[in-house]
């Protein structure tokens, strides 16, 4: 009896406790500590990625194994399979397109897997109404071993832009003792001096809390080491996905229009989670305001991936121009509510069952820092149904591992 009521008790405190504000804004203004000035507080971001980036990357599905046939193959289906209109634009080719640097230092691009060269992979793209990305790293080697940018850093910016790259990716293997900041700000400037706008998204996997310095330096930064296609727990150096989840999280308030979060790019598609647990994945990440990068091979894919990639609505979350990421307001064990403001002054809820049996799940309109008497619209974004106005919470079953997500609207 007495366990009963302290178990009671702590829940309501630990409820209470995680209970916190929804809006970034709260907690920037009573923390100004733990945000750090830029080294360089006159810095300006480049002005892209106003909403989280979205497209698609090689690494997930094909790792090393790249070459321009994959790349062709990509970007066609994307332009014709309805990701491009649901708003994947980034087609980026991960590690190893790289070849040597010719006799001035420019890097050339391995000639065996792309003979054609990237200029023309690069026009073969945008003449898709797709923008090009590629990836290189800021120590002598990328992870994959082949050149990296350091000491090449104008060089190879100039380079980019010539073949008409939009997006960088920037590693960082074999960096030594290289202090991060400095090698960011500096491939950053390089970018920006070759004249073309390039998104940079920045891979250094949170050494050194990228959060704290890099909103002026680059749109986008990995908060965690790799992602693996699992549902949980460390491997290596790689994560399931409900582990970068924990890792990502707490970091919200450092997110925004032009610099976001990045808890490495999606797993939805290859085949070592359930369709719910994919669908959990996908909604987390639109609830994070996360990059949204495809990581599978979209031009074979499944149906019922291809309607997880493509729900609209959960996009939509994703891509709300208020630009807040959302987070955890409620854990009671396996059972979590999550809230996202959304521009329109409402929220997307996200109910989660972490736990092995179905559960139902209330979130609280106090929780969610709403009046508990206003009347709220309820959509369900897995459903697509309209579920009418409902006041004070909304609750529902959930699977486990799955979730629940609607989008409460004034
Ligand atoms: C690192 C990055 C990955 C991928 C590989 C390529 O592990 O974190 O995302 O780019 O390198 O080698």
Redesign the pocket.
């Known amino acids: 009896m007495f366990k009963n009521t302290l178990t009671k008790v702590a829940g309501l405190a630990l409820l209470l406790l995680t209970a916190r504000p929804v809006l970034a804004q709260e907690v920037l203004d009573t923390d100004p500590n733990t945000l750090a000035p830029s080294k360089d507080p006159k810095r300006t971001a480049n002005g892209l990625a106003q909403t989280p980036p979205m497209g698609w990357n090689s690494?997930n599905k094909f790792a090393?194994n790249v070459n321009e046939q994959t790349i062709r193959a990509t970007a066609d289906a994307i332009a014709s399979n309805g990701m491009k209109q649901a708003g994947y634009q980034y087609v980026v080719i991960?590690?190893c397109w790289h070849g040597p640097r010719d006799v001035n230092g420019f890097i050339t691009e391995d000639k065996t897997r792309f003979p054609s060269g990237l200029k023309a992979l690069g026009d073969y793209v945008h003449a898709k109404g797709l923008k090009f990305g590629i990836?290189s790293d800021a120590g002598t080697k990328?992870?994959?071993g082949r050149p990296g940018s350091q000491g090449h850093e104008y060089q190879d910016a100039v380079q980019y832009a010539r073949w008409g790259v939009d997006y960088l990716?920037y590693?960082w293997?074999s960096t030594g003792v290289r202090n991060a900041e400095e090698a960011y700000a500096l491939m950053s400037d390089a970018l920006r001096a070759s004249g073309r706008p390039i998104l940079f998204s920045m891979?250094e996997?949170g050494n050194s809390k990228p959060w704290l310095w890099a909103s002026k330096i680059g749109n986008m930064w990995?908060t965690t080491?790799?992602i693996t296609d699992k549902w949980k727990g460390k491997y290596n150096?790689s994560w399931g996905v409900s582990s970068i989840v924990d890792m990502n999280e707490p970091l919200w308030p450092y997110a925004g229009p032009g610099h976001w979060n990045d808890p490495?790019?999606l797993e939805v598609g290859n085949g070592g989670l359930s369709d719910v647990e994919y669908r959990a994945h996908f909604s987390l990440w639109a609830m994070m305001a996360s990059p949204l990068i495809a990581g599978n091979d979209v031009a074979a894919m499944s149906s019922a991936t291809r309607d997880i990639l493509l729900n609209r609505d959960v996009i939509a979350v994703d891509q709300d121009a208020l630009g807040v990421q959302g987070h955890r307001v409620v854990r009671n064990g396996d059972l979590e509510v999550w809230a996202k403001p959304m521009a329109d002054g409402g929220r997307a809820v996200l109910l989660w069952n972490r736990g092995e049996a179905p559960a139902r799940i209330a979130a609280d309109w106090a929780a969610l820092s709403l009046p508990r008497k206003v009347r709220m619209q309820v959509r369900d974004l897995w459903a697509h149904k309209d579920l009418g106005r409902r006041a004070g919470s909304y609750e529902a079953e959930v699977a486990p591992h799955g979730v629940v997500m609607v989008r409460l609207t004034p």
């Open positions: 690494w090393c991960d590690d990836y990328t992870c994959g990716k590693d293997c891979c996997w990995r080491g790799d150096y490495d790019m």
